[in-house]
Nanobody, 124 residues
Framework: QVQLVESGGGWVQAGGSLRLSCAVSGFTASAYCMGWFRQAPGKEREAVASMDSDGTISYVNSVKGRFTISQDNAKNTLYLQMNSLKPDDTAMYLC??????????????????WGQGTQVTVSS
């Protein structure tokens, strides 16, 4: 019954914007640590942004000032607004969730639920 379904990925030119969505069903996202991860070929999975169950938001340094994580509680949906995109942002982006508060490290192994991912490709 639990599902995380990402959408909004695609191709964009450097400097452009995309908005990713993660539709949540089977649980209430506001009671969970929600996170966006990305993984590119040959690279480790990286936590991009997270929103804690108390509303605390964290970003990896490389996206600060460019990406914004948010939730629409009425729609039970998580978003990632991505502005000023760079080729280095090219990756598969995945939505993930785990109950309660986020850990300090945002290790992917701590997340119980995962979406299928949506591909983001940024060209120069």
């Amino acid at each position: 019954q639990v599902q995380l379904v990402e959408s909004g990925g695609g191709w964009v030119q450097a400097g452009g914007s995309l908005r990713l969505s993660c539709a949540v069903s089977g649980f209430t996202a506001s009671a969970y640590c929600m996170g966006w991860f990305r993984q590119a070929p040959g690279k480790e999975r990286e936590a991009v942004a997270s929103m804690d169950s108390d509303g605390t938001i964290s970003y990896v340094n490389s996206v600060k000032g460019r990406f914004t994580i948010s939730q629409d509680n009425a729609k039970n949906t998580l978003y990632l607004q991505m502005n000023s995109l760079k080729p280095d942002d090219t990756a598969m982006y995945l939505c993930a969730a785990t109950y309660g508060y986020c850990s300090d490290s945002l290790d992917s192994s701590a997340f119980r639920y995962w979406g299928q991912g949506t591909q983001v490709t940024v060209s120069s």
